[in-house]
């Protein structure tokens, strides 16, 4: 993580801080806490350095155990890593910049159940990247002002919409 900490925030502090957030940290105290060593699931913060240039922004280098994160679930990795620590008020800035994923989780990952020759064939697109998006908002809009959203995006060249 690029991290440019709170004025007072020490760097140390506020890679302890991401990496408790963005694995089993909470913002507040709750019942559950007692309940499980918290510990065998804690991101650490295991290096810190300065960004050349830049005194007050910090690379903060955070492994988490492979236990916190449930097999095969692409989401789930990123809902935690990527979730609401980058609302954390202890930070003026963070920013994800690498994210190594060992083979052995890798390897959970079971892929789509058909290959993108099958979704190509269905779309009867060759030859480049598909294109899509998610119509937004996703709700609220009527049958019909959603289906004109869906027309447009299709029409300006959009292979699938959501």
Request: charged letters at 20%; aromatic letters at 12%; proline letters at 8%.
């Amino acid at each position: 993580f690029r991290v440019t900490p709170q004025l007072g925030l020490p760097p140390e502090e506020a890679g302890a801080a991401v990496a408790a957030e963005s694995s089993t940290g909470t913002w507040t105290t709750v019942w559950t806490d007692g309940l499980t060593s918290l510990d065998r699931y804690k991101g650490r913060c295991y290096h810190i350095e300065p960004v050349p240039g830049d005194p007050e922004q910090y690379i903060c280098y955070v492994a988490y155990p492979l236990d916190l994160f449930e097999e095969g679930s692409v989401t789930n990795m990123f809902t935690s890593i990527g979730g609401n620590v980058f609302g954390f008020k202890a930070l003026r800035a963070l920013r994800l910049e690498d994210l190594r994923i060992p083979p052995a989780y890798a390897k959970t990952f079971q892929g789509p159940p058909h290959g993108i020759q099958v979704e190509r064939d269905k779309l009867n697109k060759y030859g480049r990247p598909l294109l899509g998006c998610t119509i937004k908002p996703k709700l609220g809009l009527s049958a019909k002002n959603y289906g004109r959203a869906c027309y447009e995006c299709l029409r300006g060249g959009l292979d699938f919409t959501k």
